[in-house]
């Protein structure tokens, strides 16, 4: 997640945002470009004036001292924050970095993952790892979390809260949430965090199980390498893919588990404002045993891929209820500045042309979780009645 700043030097650079985007602009002209009476005379050097004069009104007379690089970086935050596009965000290179160390599974954090409903909205625990700092503070899937550091996080991103939360080795941080409307506060410590993005394990019934929490890391292997031992060496007849509270990933870890299961044909295409296509797909070799995909409402993105694909081409059947909705696709740009820009450039579409952008991927077989299984969280043993609705569904299957 992102360093912490002042949340008052960000709302006011907010409203230099689009004077930013002149000067970016302005200077690439300057640069690199022939006409360029016809672009200042447009009145962007104007903008680029005033924004000049805004950052020197901020260092004169604010009470707090702020220095160049960063009202230029606070600015630069507020472009991707202002254009509409919820997943937009710009990356400084060490909260690039930091980044890339908690999607490979290991970083100094809490150990959570969250999701937002809708831009700016409530933001829910999906995930606490085992073993985590957040698991040993009592932080529980299902809470909602409201202020980072005594400050509401109303209006962040999620990649924004992220950055909030992490921070150096060994200090801590104040996180209040909301459990059953009763909120919390609880002061947990940064910690080296290693995260398993999957599980697995081998049910009753010669039935193979594995949870993905998220399309990270080593995920892809960590999938092969358990199919070899329960499918290959173990001799399971059948599989239960568990991607309930999965929030999504790599297009590419997603793409090479998809592989793994679908016949040859297209697993995604990604499709921009252009019309320009790109497609990634499977070879004709193929698992080819009964298959039940688990989703629920926080299953998104990649998850919805990797389902909406295998509903679409028959390759499993699947079962919960209605997910998340994100059809879109993200890319990481590089600036001269070192920085990174993740925007959204594509929509996405599944093996059969469906794009579950705002309406979700509706499972073959609807199956509400019970009120133990809201109440816990808990995904996996007895009282999760989806699951144990999957066991007797796959039981079935395999005795066609």
């Known amino acids: 997640m992102v360093r912490k700043s002042s949340a008052v030097l960000g709302s006011i650079l907010l409203a230099v945002a689009a004077a930013v985007v002149s000067v970016a602009l302005t200077l690439l002209f300057i640069k690199g470009r022939s006409g360029v009476t016809a672009f200042a005379d447009s009145g962007n050097v104007r903008s680029f004036h005033e924004l000049s004069q805004v950052m020197d009104i901020i260092q004169e007379h604010s009470y707090k001292e702020h220095s160049e690089e960063e009202l230029m970086q606070a600015a630069l935050k507020g472009i991707t924050q202002e254009i509409g596009d919820k997943y937009a965000y710009y990356f400084t290179e060490e909260e690039y970095e930091e980044y890339l160390q908690e999607e490979e599974g290991s970083y100094v954090g809490i150990g959570v993952s969250i999701q937002q409903i809708e831009s700016g909205g409530t933001v829910i625990v999906t995930s606490v790892f085992d073993g985590s700092p957040a698991e040993e503070a009592g932080i529980k899937p299902g809470d909602v979390l409201t202020h980072v550091e005594g400050q509401s996080i109303e209006g962040y991103d999620t990649t924004m809260i992220a950055s909030i939360v992490r921070g150096e080795k060994g200090t801590f941080v104040s996180l209040t949430f909301e459990r059953r409307g009763e909120p919390y506060t609880v002061s947990v410590e940064r910690r080296e965090v290693t995260t398993r993005y999957l599980s697995s394990e081998m049910l009753p019934g010669q039935i193979a199980y594995i949870r993905i929490l998220q399309f990270s890391g080593s995920v892809d292997t960590d999938f092969r390498n358990a199919v070899k031992t329960l499918v290959t060496d173990g001799g399971a007849k059948g599989l ?134 809201k109440e816990s969280w808990i995904f996996g043993g007895e009282d999760d009645n989806q699951l144990q609705e999957a066991i007797r569904v796959m039981d079935q299957m395999m005795r066609r």
């Open 240 to 373: 239960i893919i568990d991607l309930r509270n999965n929030p999504g990933g790599s297009k590419n870890l997603v793409c090479h588990i998809a592989d793994m299961l679908m016949p040859e044909g297209p697993i995604i295409t990604l499709r921009d404002r252009y019309g320009n296509e790109e497609v990634d797909r499977s070879d004709a070799n193929c698992l080819g045993l009964p298959t039940i995909v688990l989703v629920n409402e926080y299953s998104a993105s990649a998850s919805e891929l990797m389902s909406g694909s295998l509903q679409d081409t028959g390759m499993a059947t699947i079962m919960g209820v209605q997910t998340f909705g994100k059809g879109t696709a993200q890319r990481f740009y590089g600036t001269d500045g070192k920085g990174v820009v993740k925007i959204t450039d594509s929509q996405y579409f599944t093996a059969g042309g469906h794009c579950p952008q705002d309406v979700g991927i509706t499972p073959d077989i609807v199956v509400e979780p019970s009120d133990a299984l």
